[in-house]
């Protein structure tokens, strides 16, 4: 039989929307099958041409729970198998029932470390460190061909640990390192989590009134810093409904901050808890109600609360008398890109024309430029195949052994 082969049908010269195929005879993988980060919301078919729908696969392995690695599992034939982390899987359907898209398909779960047969490939996931939870990277070997997906990654989060291990002890004789580059050629911050914590800290002991954050719900990692710097600071972590049902859904994951715990409270706002009971889960509202606190209390003893934010619960703030003053503070603790659209203009407008103090906080959810060269050097793979990011071509000088794909170009491997 011929070398098994491995194509990028998306993801070459673009950050998200991977896709990637590794095919052995009439056997096939795919790798991840993200939504492009620039689709606009409607856009449908968006599977890459090259990508044969036809035929068969054994499996589409998704790396972790970030629109841009599974977003277009929907456009997929609906018998081929899903596999992914656990809680992924979780936090896969529970966004997808928000959307009111939750395919029927037939999801199947791996372990960290545990080696699995599909097909003619096994397939071994490595629990990784990034900003979404429950990422992996994905060791694959074929037809005597090792090939190592690095999914996304850093190795300066919470899980740190767990990048520095496999570094310390790579796979061996590594034939193709697929590998991340996000933060090549960008200056995004690539802080430790732990020194976002003290950062955190050091705001909410300086501001005397409340500290309004956005976040995403599904950055546990943050989640965490927040929490933890509440607790040092005697504060409380004002949380949404759904960010409560993130955080108890995967409250058998680990010690992960939950309604109920001390320092943190669960803000019942109006059109979350209206969508909630829409959905029929009116006990769900009705059990958070029991650690919640109603919009109108943010409105008193100010200095007690860290305020989780974002643009659609704007209009219950204020019908509730919660609106910042100048002697609040405001942290856009994500990506600082998302500031530029529409909503984000508007969110900026309110915390500007109450007077609150900006002080973002923030961290990226990818590997700095110089962890990017660590973790390469240290797999020593025959190929590097760069994915996932816009200045390869520019700034890939000083990586060893690249072999630079376009989208939809055939490699043997
Ligand atoms: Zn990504
Ligand atoms: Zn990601």
Redesign the pocket.
Same mark, same amino acid.
Request: glycine share 22%; aromatic share 0%.
């Given at each position: 039989m011929t070398r098994p082969t491995l194509t990028i049908h998306r993801s070459a010269h673009e950050? &998200?929307g991977?896709c990637i195929e590794l095919a052995h005879g009439d056997a096939r993988l795919l790798l991840d099958v &993200?939504r492009p980060l620039d689709a606009p919301r409607e856009a449908t078919n968006l599977l890459p041409a090259t990508l044969d729908k036809q035929r068969p696969v054994d499996a589409v392995l998704i790396s972790?729970p970030?629109q !841009?690695?599974y977003g277009l599992l929907d456009e997929t034939p609906a018998d081929w198998p899903v596999y992914s982390g656990e809680f992924a899987g979780k936090l896969m359907r529970l966004t997808a029932n928000i959307f009111g898209t939750a395919p029927d398909r037939d999801y199947r779960h791996w372990r960290s470390g545990q080696a699995i047969d599909i097909g003619p490939f096994k397939v071994t996931p490595y629990l990784t460190d990034h900003s979404a939870f429950d990422s992996y990277m994905l060791l694959i070997e074929v037809g005597g061909t090792r090939i190592l997906y690095s999914? !996304?990654f850093r190795i300066h989060g919470r899980k740190a640990a767990l990048v520095e291990r496999l570094m310390a002890a790579p796979p061996a004789d590594l034939d193709v390192l697929l590998m991340?580059g996000?933060n090549l050629g960008s200056d995004k911050p690539t802080k430790h989590e732990s020194d976002l914590e003290a950062d955190f800290v050091a705001l909410f002991k300086e501001t005397p009134g409340r500290v309004f954050v956005c976040w995403s719900a599904q950055n546990i990692d943050r989640t965490v810093s927040l929490y933890r710097a509440c607790i040092r600071t005697g504060r409380t972590l004002a949380v949404d409904l759904y960010t409560a049902e993130v955080l108890e859904m995967l409250g058998e994951a680990g010690r992960i901050p939950q309604a109920g715990w001390n320092n943190i409270k669960v803000v019942i706002t109006r059109s979350l808890a209206r969508m909630y009971e829409a959905k029929g889960r009116k006990d769900f509202v009705e059990r958070m109600a029991a650690h919640g606190v109603s919009a109108a209390k943010l409105a008193e003893n100010c200095g007690r609360w860290v305020v989780m934010t974002r643009p659609s619960m704007v209009r219950d703030f204020e019908s509730k008398g919660v609106r910042p003053t100048d002697e609040d503070a405001w942290s856009y603790s994500q990506w600082r890109g998302y500031l530029a659209q529409p909503d984000g203009v508007a969110l900026k407008a309110w915390f500007d024309q109450g007077g609150a103090r900006a002080m973002h906080i923030h961290t990226s959810g990818?590997a700095s430029v110089a962890d990017l060269h660590a973790f390469a050097s240290a797999m020593k793979p025959r190929m590097l195949v760069p994915i996932?990011g816009v200045a390869w071509d520019a700034e890939g000088a000083g990586f060893a052994n690249v072999v630079r794909l376009k989208d939809g170009e055939v490699l043997a491997t």
């Open positions: 950050i &998200g991977n &993200g972790h970030h !841009d690695h999914g !996304d991340e996000t990818h996932h």
